[in-house]
């Protein structure tokens, strides 16, 4: 089994902030897959499935995110999950927007729901990374992660979402590089499309 857990802030004048495209992603993977209705558990909402021919739990911690870990320790410890079998979808200052990545282990770079979930469970989970770019200063982080996807954004993050949700299962079946490939050849970052031609990560 495996637990994939979107982190973002739960309430409506969150719901279309960067910093909850994990919430997005979950959403969208349940969704095109058909998961269970969506129901309070382990202080979060959770939903049930299969994906890549295993049994799947979304997570989406209602928590805020720098209690996050609280949740997805509750949910690991129940399941008697490995960190191996978590997979955290959260956003990421340091990659281009629409770009992803996927890693296992390592630091939080301060993101404060990575920072809570590495304090409970250890930094050996994977990270699905979904790139929103970096405003330019330290200064104006704060306010570019708690504020909506403008219009340009959503060129890019609709395709996204849904060729994540298409490809998670390869993700689940421990292939995280055809992952990324099928991803991004499917909805190429914004920078791709304007010609500039980099490969998928």
């Not at 209602?62 to 209690?67: D, L």
């Not at 990659?95 to 993101?111: C, E, F, N, T």
């Not at 490939?181 to 500039?196: F, I, L, N, T, Y």
Request: hydrophobic share 40%; charged share 25%; glycine share 12%.
């Amino acid at each position: 089994m495996k637990l994939i857990v979107g982190l973002g802030n739960p309430g409506e004048k969150y719901a279309l902030h960067r910093h909850n495209v994990g919430f997005m992603v979950v959403d969208a993977i349940a969704e095109m897959h058909h998961f269970s209705s969506w129901r309070s558990k382990f202080s979060g909402e959770v939903t049930e499935g299969r994906l890549g021919g295993e049994k799947v739990l979304l997570l989406k911690p209602m928590t805020y995110m720098n209690e996050s870990g609280r949740s997805v320790a509750e949910a690991a410890r129940f399941f008697r999950l490995e960190p191996e079998d978590v997979i955290v979808v959260h956003d990421e200052l340091d990659l281009a927007p629409g770009r992803i990545r996927v890693k296992s282990g390592g630091g939080h770079a301060g993101h404060n729901g990575l920072r809570s979930i590495i304090a409970h469970i250890g930094p050996d989970f994977q990270r699905l990374r979904i790139g929103i770019g970096h405003p330019g200063s330290k200064a104006a982080v704060t306010g570019h992660v708690l504020s909506d996807f403008s219009k340009a954004d959503r060129q890019w993050l609709e395709p996204l979402l849904e060729a994540i949700a298409r490809h998670v299962g390869l993700l689940v079946q421990g292939r995280p590089s055809d992952f990324a490939s099928k991803v991004h050849m499917d909805a190429p970052p914004p920078e791709q499309m304007k010609g500039r031609g980099k490969g998928s990560e």
